[in-house]
């Protein structure tokens, strides 16, 4: 089993910043791949961002393209999300996965298909007030 834990939601207004931390524990060994979600009241879940396991190669859906970074802390399965130039659009439950048993993160399709995680996080609110 793996636990997953996001922190450093909050309520800030458009255009400005904030820094998503998640943090992935409960197997020994292993790093995993990992990944970020979204998901606005009556709204499908949404791709955010992903990095593989060696934080190699990153990913991103187009909402995040140019605005928010992905990475990792190099030895552990620590993954944070930098959120630049926040619209209100942005507002949502941001939900941290895991990809333990799943494919590997070769493209973009595979990151930002939510069956490629095993494991999910509660999710953290974020707030973009206009």
């Known amino acids: 089993q793996v636990s997953v834990v996001e922190s450093g939601g909050g309520l800030v207004q458009a255009g400005g910043s904030l820094r998503l931390s998640c943090a992935a524990s409960g197997r020994t060994g292993g790093r995993y791949s990992m990944g970020w979600f979204r998901q606005a009241p009556g709204k499908e879940r949404e791709f955010v961002a992903a990095?593989?396991?060696?934080?190699?190669?990153?990913f991103y859906g187009d909402s995040a393209k140019g605005r928010f970074t992905i990475s990792r802390d190099g030895a552990e399965n620590t993954v944070f999300l930098q959120m630049n130039s926040l619209k209100p659009e942005d507002t949502a439950v941001y939900y941290c996965?895991?990809?333990?048993?799943?494919?590997?993160?070769?493209?973009?399709?595979?990151?930002?298909?939510?069956?490629?995680?095993?494991?999910w996080g509660q999710g953290t609110q974020v707030t973009v007030s206009a």
């Open positions: 990095i593989t396991w060696s934080g190699d190669n990153t």
């Open positions: 996965a895991a990809a333990v048993f799943g494919p590997a993160l070769r493209d973009t399709g595979i990151a930002a298909t939510v069956s490629t995680y095993d494991y």
